[in-house]
DNA sequence: TCCTTATATAGATAAGTTTCTATATACATT
DNA sequence: AATGTATATAGAAACTTATCTATATAAGGA
């Protein structure tokens, strides 16, 4: 029960920071690489690295490498129906409160 | 756009934290006095105060004053529906994954 | 083989969070 | 009025997090 406790407030507190919202908004748009990422914040690439790595510790963020590259993508699979919903929320542009998709360009 | 991913945030890290997940799951089943809340958990009273604080300030639940006691309650009205919607995956016994509920006796 | 490039890791720092003890506030009761 | 009780606030300690710089790793191309 504790457990159950933790283990969500892990997955939730992943995704409670500003930037970590921002990657999940543009992954939304299908995989990109590290590099792409980076050019939407101000941060360096090592802070890209760790977020990256907290997204990918509670599994809502996998990666697939290829030669220098490596790609993130949201893992749909992995993540459970809660979390998937609430990516939804934040990432969807028609029934979305926040709006926070709205100034990407998914190609 | 920037605001909107930090307005989220602050909602989603304030359900990031295992104890505060367990009052929202606790005022699911209704109101419930600061003293009352206070019995499920291990920590003092002023550590109880803090978490609803934080639970307050980002809307999540509300605060009747009677007399001496602070009746503590989920704000649905406030609460916006992602949000909501949040709350009802750790909170809905039927329809959730973590079961974080299952140990709670609802009168 | 050497250099460049993409990403990860190590270690430090600054800021934020959770918790505590001590104390204040504010209402109730005697 | 004095005392007791429920809750809030202040301030400190311990821990965690976000960020940086410097460096390591590992793959590709000259």
Same mark, same amino acid.
């Given at each position: 029960?504790?457990? /159950? ?8 507190? %992943?995704?409670?920071?500003?930037? !970590? +919202? !921002? #990657? @999940?908004? #543009? ?22 690295? $760790? $977020? ?7 599994? #809502? ?12 993508? +949201?893992?749909? %699979?992995?993540? /459970?129906?809660? #979390? +998937?919903?609430?990516?939804?929320? @934040? ?5 979305? @409160?926040?709006?926070?998709?709205? /100034? +990407?360009?998914?190609?």
């Amino acid at each position: 029960m504790e457990k /159950n406790y933790e283990d969500n407030a892990k997955i939730i507190k %992943a995704m409670s920071d500003p930037s !970590r +919202l !921002r #990657i @999940i908004d #543009i992954l939304s748009c299908g995989q990109k690489c590290a590099c792409d990422l980076l050019e939407y914040f101000n941060f360096t690439q090592p802070t890209l690295s $760790h $977020h990256m790595k907290v997204l990918m510790d509670c599994g #809502i963020v996998e990666c697939k490498k290829d030669g220098l590259w490596s790609y993130y993508s +949201l893992n749909n %699979a992995n993540c /459970n129906k809660h #979390i +998937l919903f609430l990516m939804n929320l @934040i990432t969807d542009k028609d029934d979305c @409160i926040c709006k926070v998709k709205s /100034n +990407l360009e998914c190609k």
